[in-house]
């Protein structure tokens, strides 16, 4: 964990993934994350696998550096206390539907009138001006809606689902820009905002990037695709003992690689030097690549790439990298004791700030764990912290 947020008070009530890798990427920096549950506790702590009802391991991975607070929201009393916190925070996040955060009395309007400084930010499944702003929404609807599932069609013309929750990760990176965006905007104006990050415009707008390709002309200048990576030579290659990933992508790059399987005339091409010629031909290219990589194994080919400083890696499996000599040098996976769930091996945080200490990680809480601490913070006396759990407003840890 660093500091660079330290002091910034986030008060978070998200659930799944989404909301929560984003809050986990804030407290990595240093803010003080707050993770509000309900009674129940947020329904992705029984994804497995687990060591124990609560603590699975995706949950584990995506709620560190938080403390937990359990409050029954349905209630009066609750929705109260909720205000009262509202008052000591600088951002409020979930990502509801509308029309729950009306209920539980958490709109923006209502939020801004407690603490004008607040930022508030919500992630939806689809943004509040379109007909679809109530309809649930999850990884799986995300990636059929938003052309994911159809870019990644399989030999018989079937969409498929990528094989990791990609839309909820993607959204979430929005999510976490957009509040500290939010912070930054408060700090020279005094205002706090309503910052909203849809997952279904979120999703798209990262996927249109390069796919939008000739559509992004009137009148269109070619189709929805970007060409270079629906080439069918581009793949991972098979060498004479396994698989690799390479991407020559200069001109100096295909240069290098076509003088170096012998192909010297074709480097000699003038559009093999052009970038816009070389981008209308690339499948020549690429299938110049697959005829030749078969012949020499993994680690030759990579000697070799390296060597001429074309861009390459082994095709790894998740197991294999655990053995990585990069992830193994710069302490990838850490070995930690967990209070409750015992010996983990997690992944620690991806980012390197060089001139700050890191302080250790806080891990993922029990279920309503800091409950009284994150009170007495926000200003609670210790007779309405007992009035609260002995009304069973505020729960307990198990």
Same mark, same amino acid.
């Given at each position: 964990m660093f500091d660079l947020l330290r002091g910034v008070r986030i008060l978070d009530l998200t659930t799944i993934v989404l909301g929560p890798y984003a809050t986990q990427i804030l407290g990595d920096f240093g803010a003080d994350v707050v993770k509000i549950e309900s009674p129940n506790g947020d329904l992705f702590r029984a994804a497995r696998p687990g060591r124990s009802d609560t603590m699975g391991a995706a949950y584990l991975n995506c709620n560190r550096n938080k403390r937990s607070l359990v409050i029954d929201l349905k209630s009066d009393k609750g929705k109260t206390l909720l205000a009262e916190m509202i008052k000591g925070a600088d951002v409020l996040v979930h990502n509801m539907r509308g029309k729950a955060a009306d209920k539980l009395g958490i709109n923006f309007e209502r939020v801004h009138e407690i603490n004008p400084r607040l930022v508030y930010c919500t992630a939806p499944g689809f943004g509040s001006d379109g007909p679809y702003a109530d309809d649930p929404a999850y990884d799986d609807v995300i990636q059929a809606a938003s052309g994911l599932a159809a870019l990644n069609t399989n030999d018989a013309g079937e969409p498929r689902f990528i094989t990791s929750i990609l839309c909820d990760k993607v959204s979430a990176l929005h999510f976490a820009l957009a509040v500290l965006a939010g912070l930054q905007g408060r700090d020279r104006t005094g205002e706090g905002s309503y910052i909203e990050t849809p997952m279904f415009e979120s999703v798209v707008h990262f996927l249109l990037l390069e796919q939008m390709a000739g559509r992004l002309f009137e009148p269109a200048e070619g189709d929805l695709i970007y060409s270079r990576l629906s080439s069918?030579?581009?793949?991972p290659y098979r060498t004479r003992d396994g698989?690799?990933?390479?991407?020559?992508?200069? $001109?100096k790059h295909w240069i290098k690689f076509l003088k170096f399987i012998g192909q010297d005339e074709l480097a000699g091409q003038e559009w093999v030097s052009n970038a816009t010629s070389r981008s209308e031909r690339i499948n020549e290219l690429y299938q110049a690549v697959s005829k030749t990589i078969p012949s020499k194994t993994t680690k030759e080919w990579i000697a070799i790439f390296r060597e001429?400083?074309?861009?390459?890696?082994?095709?790894? $499996?998740?197991?294999?990298?655990f053995d990585d000599p990069h992830l193994n040098?710069?302490?990838?996976? *850490?070995?930690? *004791?967990h209070p409750t769930e015992g010996k983990l091996v997690v992944p620690k945080s991806p980012f390197n700030v060089k001139n700050c200490k890191p302080e250790k990680d806080?891990?993922?809480p029990g279920l309503g764990e800091h409950g009284a601490d994150v009170l007495a913070d926000y200003g609670i006396s210790q007779d309405q912290i007992d009035e609260l759990f002995r009304d069973g407003v505020v729960k307990p840890a198990p």
């Amino acid at each position: 964990m660093f500091d660079l947020l330290r002091g910034v008070r986030i008060l978070d009530l998200t659930t799944i993934v989404l909301g929560p890798y984003a809050t986990q990427i804030l407290g990595d920096f240093g803010a003080d994350v707050v993770k509000i549950e309900s009674p129940n506790g947020d329904l992705f702590r029984a994804a497995r696998p687990g060591r124990s009802d609560t603590m699975g391991a995706a949950y584990l991975n995506c709620n560190r550096n938080k403390r937990s607070l359990v409050i029954d929201l349905k209630s009066d009393k609750g929705k109260t206390l909720l205000a009262e916190m509202i008052k000591g925070a600088d951002v409020l996040v979930h990502n509801m539907r509308g029309k729950a955060a009306d209920k539980l009395g958490i709109n923006f309007e209502r939020v801004h009138e407690i603490n004008p400084r607040l930022v508030y930010c919500t992630a939806p499944g689809f943004g509040s001006d379109g007909p679809y702003a109530d309809d649930p929404a999850y990884d799986d609807v995300i990636q059929a809606a938003s052309g994911l599932a159809a870019l990644n069609t399989n030999d018989a013309g079937e969409p498929r689902f990528i094989t990791s929750i990609l839309c909820d990760k993607v959204s979430a990176l929005h999510f976490a820009l957009a509040v500290l965006a939010g912070l930054q905007g408060r700090d020279r104006t005094g205002e706090g905002s309503y910052i909203e990050t849809p997952m279904f415009e979120s999703v798209v707008h990262f996927l249109l990037l390069e796919q939008m390709a000739g559509r992004l002309f009137e009148p269109a200048e070619g189709d929805l695709i970007y060409s270079r990576l629906s080439s069918p030579y581009r793949k991972p290659y098979r060498t004479r003992d396994g698989f690799i990933g390479l991407l020559p992508y200069t $001109s100096k790059h295909w240069i290098k690689f076509l003088k170096f399987i012998g192909q010297d005339e074709l480097a000699g091409q003038e559009w093999v030097s052009n970038a816009t010629s070389r981008s209308e031909r690339i499948n020549e290219l690429y299938q110049a690549v697959s005829k030749t990589i078969p012949s020499k194994t993994t680690k030759e080919w990579i000697a070799i790439f390296r060597e001429l400083d074309i861009p390459c890696a082994p095709v790894n $499996s998740f197991a294999d990298l655990f053995d990585d000599p990069h992830l193994n040098a710069v302490g990838f996976f *850490e070995n930690i *004791e967990h209070p409750t769930e015992g010996k983990l091996v997690v992944p620690k945080s991806p980012f390197n700030v060089k001139n700050c200490k890191p302080e250790k990680d806080r891990p993922a809480p029990g279920l309503g764990e800091h409950g009284a601490d994150v009170l007495a913070d926000y200003g609670i006396s210790q007779d309405q912290i007992d009035e609260l759990f002995r009304d069973g407003v505020v729960k307990p840890a198990p």
